[in-house]
């Protein structure tokens, strides 16, 4: 949590970075709208946990999944293609740190789930999930099939390499890995190059004034959102904080794919120009950050 919550920490100064503005003041306007949005996704978990927790997971299968397309086609600077053909990739990539726990660890899975909605695992009967895996499964399979035929082995090995983290390692730590050292990094690395602040920096391949920057950006919505988590499990009298954290990072996924979806709609349209109109960043400061 520690490694991941400041990915999306930044979210209010994303919409003027893709506009070309460097974003330093703070609107509260977009603030309110972001915090409120949040707040109603956590009342929602809680006055109708079953269904709310439901929809919440499905959203997070689609941000996990389209932020692994997106990420890779601003890597490859690859043309736009059509959202059919990413729909194999956000359906495996993203299914992998929801569905892949869920069937392969139903135990553990539950306890958590347990926390959050004692009626969550009865309608998660072991069929749907079989089902669910089997969808992600051959999503896989077609993602890295598409990657292979199209020369791109180091795709079809990430690929690869998360199936294997999630189909090894228990779900806490194989989620922990995942967002901290994974989603969270590229996400981060992406922002680093949307940020108009740093092209001079990132075309000399310098690091650590875009890190900076940002560390100070997101430095307090994070304390914020750990304080919220630490306040729940105090309210909850529970020993762990695991449930949560979970519902805190369930309800700010909702504004945050919000925001993501305005970045990845850039993605999508290749390496041009952003709607701002400022030319994108070279090639050789994409490289540095990866």
């Given at each position: 949590?520690l ?13 003027d ?14 603030l309110?709208g972001?915090?409120?949005t949040?707040a109603s ?18 959203v997070?299968?689609v ?7 997106a ?10 293609r ?15 740190p ?8 139903p135990?553990?899975?539950d306890?958590v789930?347990?926390?959050?909605s004692p009626?969550l695992p009865g309608?998660l ?7 669910l ?7 896989v399979?077609?993602?890295v ?5 199209r020369r791109r ?6 690929v690869?390499?998360?199936t294997g983290?999630?189909?090894?390692a228990p779900p ?5 890995a ?5 989603h ?7 922002l680093?190059?949307?940020?108009p602040r ?7 391949g310098?690091l650590r004034?875009p ?5 100070a950006?997101a ?13 729940l ?5 529970r ?10 990072l ?11 979806a305005v970045?990845d ?9 952003p709607p701002?109109?400022?030319p ?11």
């Amino acid at each position: 949590m520690l490694l991941g919550l400041p990915h999306g920490a930044v979210d209010h100064l994303v919409p003027d970075w893709v506009a070309g503005r460097p974003g330093r003041a703070v609107r509260p306007v977009l603030l309110a709208g972001y915090a409120a949005t949040a707040a109603s996704a956590w009342c929602a978990l809680h006055l109708a946990p079953v269904v709310s927790l439901l929809a919440l997971l499905a959203v997070s299968w689609v941000h996990f999944g389209t932020g692994e397309v997106a990420y890779d086609a601003e890597r490859s600077a690859r043309p736009s293609r059509s959202a059919w053909r990413d729909v194999p990739a956000v359906l495996g990539l993203g299914g992998l740190p929801i569905a892949v726990p869920l069937a392969r660890w139903p135990g553990e899975s539950d306890r958590v789930l347990s926390a959050l909605s004692p009626g969550l695992p009865g309608v998660l009967t072991g069929g749907v999930r079989q089902v669910l895996l089997a969808v992600v499964g051959v999503a896989v399979l077609a993602t890295v099939v598409d990657a292979i035929v199209r020369r791109r082995p180091q795709w079809a090995a990430e690929v690869v390499l998360l199936t294997g983290l999630f189909l090894v390692a228990p779900p806490a730590a194989a989620f922990g890995a995942y967002f901290g050292g994974w989603h969270a990094v590229r996400h981060i690395g992406r922002l680093l190059l949307l940020d108009p602040r740093n092209a001079a920096d990132l075309a000399l391949g310098r690091l650590r004034g875009p890190v900076r920057r940002y560390a100070a950006a997101a430095a307090i919505p994070t304390v914020v959102a750990l304080a919220g988590i630490v306040l729940l499990a105090v309210a909850a009298q529970r020993p762990g904080w695991t449930a949560a954290a979970l519902a805190v990072l369930l309800s700010l996924t909702v504004p945050h794919m919000a925001v993501v979806a305005v970045l990845d709609r850039r993605a999508h349209r290749g390496p041009g120009v952003p709607p701002g109109g400022s030319p994108a960043l070279p090639r050789s400061a994409g490289a540095d950050i990866r």
